[in-house]
C-alpha cells in the first residue's frame, strides 16, 4: 500500500478514536451485565410472571422468532411492547454498539495488515500501545458479551415488540460476534517486541533490590542527574497491561507459539506470573483453564498444554510469595524515594521518571493482589494473598502523588528548560542527518522544533496552561506514517529519532498532563470494584497498631473512583458516587470512632487519676498517720482491705520495658491522630471532605454520653455522683481533651464548648437525657421530696440541707449534695441555662402547691373574709377559727414552697458566685443597674432587670421566675379581682394558722441548725416571696399587704399566750420567732414595723427560752 494511502487511511486518529468509544462499549456492556444479574435492578420484564413463557419462547427460537405465527406465545409481549420498546432501547442500542465496533474494528486491523505495519513498543511506543489495546478490548468485548446470559432475551424480546409496533424489524442482529473469529497479522511482531521489556520487568526483589531501583542516593554523585530511559514510557507501562496483550495476544496469534521460540519463552513466562488477569473492573479471566481449554481442542498443542499445567503450578505455588517479597521491596524502597523528595522537592525535576515508576509498580502489585485475593480461594499459603502492611503502600502511593501535585511547578520549571534547551537541539541535529525526509513528515518535526524552542520560563512563572496534545497526536500520526512497509522513512531505521522524540512526549506531558499521568500510573479506581476486599484490607490495618497511621489512604482512595466513570455510560456515575461517598465516610467514620473511642479511654483513666486526689480519699491517709506506731507495733492492714497506691504511684516504673495501659493508649491515639490530621481535606466526587470534623462530631457525641455516665444517675436506687466529683471528672475529662488540639486537628475548643453546651440543655443533639436533666430529676425527686416529708431539713447555719437520722428513709447524706461548694459545682456544670431549667421545674411544682392553697382558700372564703374583718375581736375569732378547715395543709404546702425556695435561693448563690468568677466584668453592671431599681420603677422594666440579674444568679426582691410561672397558670372563670381577693386571704389564712405550728414536737427552734426539724423556718421565705409575686402580678402594693400579715399574725401568736392548753403552747416561743424571721427575710418590712404589732420583748424572751431549753436538752442527752 503507498504512502499517500497511509497519510488517507488516518491510522493513528482511527486507533484513538476507537480504543476510546471501545471502552465505552466495554464499559456499556458490562452495566447491562451487573444490572441483568442482579435481582433488584433486573428489567421489569424479565422477573414478571406472566412473561416467562414468552421469555421462554424467545430464548428457545432466537434468532429465528416468527412474530405474526406465534401470537399465544407472545401474547404479554404484545400486551406491553410500548413499555418494552421504552424500556429496552438502551440496551438494545449497546449491543447495536458492539456490532458497529466490531465493524471498525475488523476495517481498521484489516487496513493496519494491509499496510504491512511495523509494531515495536521501544520506538513507536503509542501506535504499538493503541494497536494492542485495540485488539485487547475488542476481545474483552467479545468476550463480556457471551458473559451476559441475558442478551439473547433482551435483543429478541426487543426485536419482537419493534416489530408489532413498526411491523419490521429495526436492526438484524440475530448473530454473536465470537471469539477468536479474526487474527490480525502483526499481533505476534508487537507481542515479541514486548520480550526484553517484560523480561526486565518481571524481576524479582531481590534483582530490584540488587539494581538499587528507585533509589536516588543510592549515587550521590548522580543525584541531579535527570533519570532517563530509551523508552521512557515503558518504564511505567503497567505489568497488568502487559500480562493483558501477552495472554489475548497469544490467544489470537497461538500459531507462532510453536514455531518461534522467543514469542513461547515471552507467553510463558507471562503464564508463569497471575492466575487471573482483568477484563474490565471486577471480571477475569482465568488464564490457564481459558488457554487449555483452547489449546486442547486444537491439534498439534500438545505440549503448549503441558506447558499451560506447568505454568499453573508454578504460580500456585511460587507467584504469591513472589509478590509478597516486590510489595515488601517497594514499602522500603518509596518510602525511602517518598522520603528524599519531601526533603529535597526540587529533585522531583530530573527525577519525576522515578516517581511515576513507583506510583506504577505500587499500583500494579496492589491489582495483583485484589484480584488474586477475590479470586483464589483455596492456597496453601493464604498469607501470601493477606497483606496486613497493604495501608503502608497505598499511603505511599498517595503521599508521591501529593508531593507531585504540590510540586507541580518545580516540574515544569525543569521540564520547561529540560525541552527548550536540550530536546529542541537534539531534535533538530537528528532532522537535518536523516537521509530521507518526505514533506509532509518533515512540516510535522519541524513544527516539533519551533514549538519546543519558543518556549521559555515566564510561561511557567505567569501560570500558563500549556496544552501539548497537538504535538504527542502528530508524533503518533507520525510513528503511523513511518510504521507502513512502503514508507520512505522508516522508524526502525532510525531508532535516535523516535528515542528523542519519547523523550519529548514524556517531558511535554510533565509540563500540561501531570493529573493525567497520575490517573494513568496510579488509578486504583478497581477498589470500587472489589468493596469487599478494600473493606477487608480496612479492617485489618485498624487491627494492627503500626499500620494505623496508615490508614487515611482508604478514604483518600475513595477520590480514585471517579476515574472509571465513562461519558457512554452516564446512568452508572450516580452508583459509583454512592460508592464512593459511601465507603469515604464510612472509612473516616470508623477512624474517628476510633480515635474518639482511644480518647475516651485516656479521659476515663486521667479521671481516675484525678478521683485519687479528691479530699474524701485524705481521710483513711490522715487516720493512719494520726494512728501511727512504731515501726515494731505497726497496724495490719485488715483482711479484705488492700491497702491504697498513693497519687502518683502509677508513675513510678523500675523497668522502661514495662507497658501500661495507658502507654498503649497513647500509642494509638498518636498513630489515630497522625492519620486523621494527615490531610486537611481532599475531595471526593466534587465533594469536600474535612476528616477532623468526623472526629470532632464523634468526639462531641462520646463526651456527652461520658459526662452522662460520670454522673452515674440510677433511677432505681436512685443514686447520683456528688457534683463536685462529677465536676472534678468532667475538668479531667476537658483538660486532656484541650491537650489534644494541636494533635488531633480537630477544633478541641469547639468539640468541649458544644458538648458543655449540650450539657445545659434537657436533651442532648441525640435525642438523650444530659446531666440538668438528672440532677434537675435528682434534686426533686430524692433530696426535696425528703425535705418534703422531714426527713432531710435546711439548716441556715450550715447553709446546706443535712439529713436527719431516720431509719430506712434516705441513703445518702443530703449535706453532701446541698452545701455551697456543692451548689457551685452543680452552677458550674449546668451554667445559666441549666440552672434556668432547673429553676422552671422547681416553679412548676411551687405552681402546683399555689393552686392547692387556692383551693382551700376558696373553700373558706366566707370565713376568711370575717376574719379578715374581725382579727383584733378576740370572741369573734375563738368561734370564727374552728371553722376554718385544712389549716395545717396550708402550713404544710407552704413549708414545701419555702423549702422549694431556699434550695432554690441557694442554686442562685452557687450560680452568682461561678458567673462572678467567670464573668466579673459583667456582673458589677448587672449588680449596678439592679440597685437603680426603685419602687416607683415600672413594673415591667423591673421584671425585666430583675430577671437579666435572676440569670447571673442575683437575688432580687421579686422573683421573676416565680411571677412568671405564676402567670402562665390557667385561671378558671374567675376575674382578676377575685384572684386578688383569694390572694389577700391566702396570707391571711397563714398568718391565722401559725400557732397551730406550736402543737408540732418539731417546731423547736434548734440554735446549732438555726432552723426547725420540721422546716417551718422555710414558711418565712415562701411568704415573702410568694405574696410579692402575687401583688406584683396584680399590680397591688405588696408592702401593705405584708404589714395586714404581720398585724394578724402578731395578733394571733399573742392570743396563743392566753391559751391554757400546754400541748398548745408547747412551743410558743420558738413559733414567735417566726416573726423576726418574717422581717429578716423581707426588704419590705422592717423591726420597727414589727415592734408596732409584735414587742421586740417578747421576741427577746423567746430567744432566752429556746437557748435555755436547748442546753437543757443537750445536757440531758449528754447524761443518757
Not at 722 to 730: D, F, I, K, Q
Request: proline share 4%; net charge negative.
Amino acid at each position: 500500500m503507498s504512502l499517500t494511502s497511509a497519510y488517507q487511511h488516518k491510522l493513528a486518529e482511527k486507533l484513538t478514536i476507537l480504543n476510546d468509544r471501545g471502552q465505552g462499549v466495554l464499559i456499556r456492556i458490562y452495566n447491562i451485565k451487573k444490572t441483568c444479574s442482579d435481582p433488584k435492578s433486573k428489567p421489569p420484564f424479565l422477573v414478571e410472571k406472566s412473561m416467562e413463557s414468552s421469555l421462554k419462547y424467545i430464548n428457545k427460537k432466537f434468532p429465528n422468532i416468527d412474530v405474526r405465527n406465534s401470537t399465544q406465545h407472545l401474547g404479554p409481549v404484545h400486551r406491553d411492547k410500548v413499555e418494552i420498546i421504552r424500556f429496552l432501547t438502551n440496551y438494545y442500542q449497546s449491543f447495536v454498539d458492539v456490532m458497529e465496533f466490531r465493524d471498525h474494528v475488523y476495517e481498521l486491523l484489516n487496513t493496519i495488515d494491509a499496510c504491512q505495519c511495523h509494531f515495536d513498543i521501544n520506538l513507536n511506543f503509542d501506535f504499538t500501545r493503541s494497536y494492542l489495546d485495540l485488539i485487547v478490548t475488542y476481545t474483552s468485548v467479545i468476550l463480556l458479551l457471551s458473559r451476559t446470559e441475558d442478551r439473547r432475551i433482551l435483543i429478541g424480546m426487543y426485536n419482537c415488540a419493534h416489530e408489532m409496533l413498526h411491523g419490521h424489524r429495526i436492526y438484524d442482529l440475530h448473530e454473536d460476534p465470537e471469539f477468536l473469529s479474526f487474527s490480525p497479522q502483526a499481533v505476534s511482531g508487537a507481542l515479541l517486541s514486548l520480550y526484553i521489556l517484560f523480561v526486565r520487568r518481571n524481576q524479582g526483589a531481590e534483582q530490584w533490590r540488587s539494581a538499587q531501583l528507585l533509589s536516588v542516593i543510592s549515587t550521590p554523585p548522580a543525584m541531579i542527574n535527570p533519570a532517563s530511559s530509551d523508552t521512557m514510557a515503558c518504564e511505567y507501562l503497567s505489568m497488568e497491561v502487559m500480562e493483558r496483550w501477552i495472554i489475548i495476544g497469544f490467544l489470537l496469534c497461538h500459531g507462532c507459539l510453536n514455531s518461534n521460540s522467543q514469542c513461547q519463552k515471552l507467553w510463558k513466562l507471562c503464564l508463569q506470573g497471575s492466575l487471573y488477569i482483568t477484563l474490565i473492573r471486577e471480571d477475569v479471566l482465568q488464564v490457564h483453564k481459558v488457554t487449555e481449554e483452547l489449546f486442547s481442542s486444537l491439534k498439534g498443542y500438545g505440549k503448549r498444554v503441558a506447558d499451560i499445567k506447568e505454568s499453573k503450578e508454578h504460580v500456585i505455588a511460587n507467584s504469591g510469595q513472589f509478590h509478597c517479597q516486590r510489595r515488601h521491596f517497594l514499602r522500603i524502597a518509596v518510602k525511602e524515594l517518598e522520603i528524599v523528595l519531601t526533603d529535597e522537592p526540587g529533585l522531583l525535576g530530573p527525577k519525576a521518571l522515578l516517581a511515576f515508576m513507583a506510583l506504577s509498580f505500587i499500583r500494579d502489585e496492589v491489582a495483583w493482589l485484589v484480584r488474586h485475593v477475590e479470586n483464589v480461594t483455596k492456597t496453601k499459603t493464604p498469607e501470601d494473598y493477606a497483606d496486613s502492611s497493604i495501608a503502608e503502600l497505598l499511603f505511599l502511593l498517595e503521599e508521591i502523588r501529593a508531593l507531585v501535585r504540590r510540586h507541580a511547578k518545580v516540574i515544569q520549571q525543569y521540564h520547561l528548560q529540560y525541552l527548550a534547551r536540550f530536546d529542541a537541539l537534539v531534535l533538530s541535529d537528528i532532522i537535518q542527518n536523516l537521509s530521507v525526509c518526505p514533506e509532509e513528515e518533515s512540516i510535522i518535526m519541524s513544527s516539533f522544533v519551533s514549538t519546543l524552542s519558543s518556549m521559555n520560563l515566564k510561561q511557567v512563572d505567569n501560570g500558563e496552561k500549556f496544552e501539548f496534545s497537538g504535538l504527542r497526536l502528530d508524533w503518533f500520526r507520525l510513528q503511523a506514517y513511518t510504521s507502513v512497509a512502503k514508507a520512505p522513512l522508516h522508524l526502525h531505521e532510525n531508532p535516535d529519532l523516535a528515542k528523542v522524540m519519547n523523550l519529548i512526549v514524556f517531558h511535554s506531558r510533565m509540563l500540561d498532563s501531570v493529573e493525567k499521568m497520575l490517573v494513568e500510573t496510579s488509578d486504583l479506581s478497581t477498589f470500587c470494584f472489589h468493596l469487599r476486599t478494600f473493606e477487608k484490607m480496612f479492617a485489618t490495618t485498624l487491627e494492627e497498631p503500626t499500620m494505623l497511621r496508615y490508614a487515611i489512604a482508604f478514604p483518600l482512595i475513595c477520590a480514585h473512583f471517579a476515574h472509571c466513570t465513562h461519558e457512554m455510560c452516564p446512568e452508572e456515575y450516580s452508583h459509583l458516587k454512592n460508592h464512593g461517598l459511601h465507603h469515604c465516610n464510612s472509612f473516616l467514620e470508623e477512624l474517628a470512632k476510633q480515635t474518639s473511642n482511644c480518647v475516651l479511654e485516656i479521659c476515663a483513666e486521667q479521671r481516675n487519676l484525678s478521683e485519687q486526689l479528691l479530699p474524701k480519699h485524705c481521710a483513711t491517709t490522715i487516720s493512719k498517720a494520726k494512728n501511727k506506731k512504731t515501726m515494731k507495733q505497726r497496724q495490719i492492714p485488715r483482711k479484705g482491705e488492700p491497702e491504697r497506691d498513693k497519687p502518683g504511684a502509677e508513675s513510678h516504673r523500675k523497668n522502661r520495658s514495662i507497658v501500661t495501659t495507658m502507654d498503649k493508649l497513647h500509642l494509638s491515639l498518636t498513630e489515630l491522630a497522625l492519620t486523621v490530621n494527615h490531610v486537611p481535606s481532599f475531595s471526593v466526587f466534587e465533594h469536600t471532605i474535612f476528616p477532623s470534623e468526623y472526629v470532632s462530631s464523634h468526639l462531641e457525641a462520646r463526651l456527652n454520653r461520658a459526662i452522662v455516665c460520670l454522673a452515674g444517675y440510677n433511677a432505681t436506687t436512685q443514686e447520683i455522683v456528688r457534683p463536685s466529683e462529677l465536676l472534678a471528672g468532667v475538668k479531667a475529662y476537658i483538660g486532656f481533651v484541650q491537650s489534644l488540639a494541636q494533635f488531633l486537628g480537630a477544633d478541641a475548643s469547639r468539640v468541649i464548648r458544644n458538648a458543655l453546651l449540650q450539657q445545659t440543655q434537657p436533651l442532648d443533639s441525640s435525642g438523650e437525657q444530659t446531666i440538668t436533666t438528672l440532677y434537675t430529676n435528682w434534686y426533686l425527686e430524692s433530696l426535696l421530696r425528703q425535705a418534703s416529708n422531714g426527713a432531710i431539713i435546711l439548716s441556715p447555719a450550715m447553709q446546706a440541707f443535712i439529713s436527719l437520722p431516720r431509719e430506712g428513709e434516705q441513703n445518702f447524706s443530703a449535706e453532701e449534695f446541698s452545701d455551697i461548694s456543692e451548689m457551685r459545682a452543680l452552677a458550674e456544670l449546668l451554667g445559666p441555662y441549666g440552672m434556668k431549667f432547673l429553676s422552671e421545674n422547681l416553679m412548676w411544682h411551687v405552681t402546683s402547691q399555689i393552686v392547692e392553697l387556692k383551693k382551700l382558700v376558696v373553700e373558706n372564703m366566707d370565713v376568711l373574709v370575717q376574719i379578715r374583718s374581725n382579727f383584733s375581736k378576740p370572741d369573734l375569732m375563738a368561734s370564727l377559727l374552728p371553722q376554718l378547715t385544712g389549716a395545717e395543709n396550708v402550713l404544710k404546702r407552704m413549708t414545701i414552697i419555702g423549702v422549694i425556695l431556699s434550695f432554690r435561693a441557694m442554686a442562685q448563690e452557687g450560680l452568682r458566685e461561678v458567673f462572678s468568677s467567670h464573668c466579673p466584668f459583667l456582673m458589677g453592671p448587672i449588680e449596678s443597674l439592679k440597685e437603680f431599681v426603685t419602687p416607683d420603677t415600672d413594673i415591667k422594666v423591673t421584671l425585666s432587670v430583675f430577671e437579666l440579674a435572676s440569670a447571673a444568679g442575683v437575688g432580687c426582691d421579686i422573683d421573676p421566675a416565680l411571677v412568671a410561672a405564676i402567670a402562665n397558670l390557667k385561671a378558671d372563670t374567675s376575674s382578676p379581682e377575685e384572684e386578688y381577693k383569694v390572694a389577700c386571704l391566702l396570707l391571711i389564712f397563714i398568718a391565722v394558722s401559725l400557732p397551730l405550728l406550736a402543737t408540732d414536737p418539731s417546731s423547736f427552734y434548734s440554735i446549732e441548725k438555726d432552723g426547725y426539724n420540721n422546716n417551718i423556718h422555710c414558711l418565712t421565705k415562701a411568704i415573702i416571696q410568694v405574696s410579692a409575686a402575687l401583688f406584683t402580678l396584680y399590680n397591688k402594693n405588696i408592702e401593705t399587704h405584708l404589714k395586714e400579715f404581720l398585724v394578724v399574725a402578731s395578733v394571733s401568736l399573742l392570743q396563743l399566750g392566753q391559751e391554757t392548753d400546754k400541748l398548745k403552747t408547747r412551743n410558743r416561743e420558738s413559733i414567735s420567732l417566726l416573726m423576726r424571721l418574717v422581717v429578716e427575710e423581707s426588704s419590705f418590712l422592717t423591726l420597727d414595723m414589727l415592734e408596732s404589732c409584735f414587742p421586740y420583748v417578747l421576741l427577746r424572751n423567746a430567744y432566752r427560752e429556746v437557748s435555755r431549753a436547748f442546753h437543757l436538752n443537750r445536757v440531758a442527752a449528754s447524761t443518757h
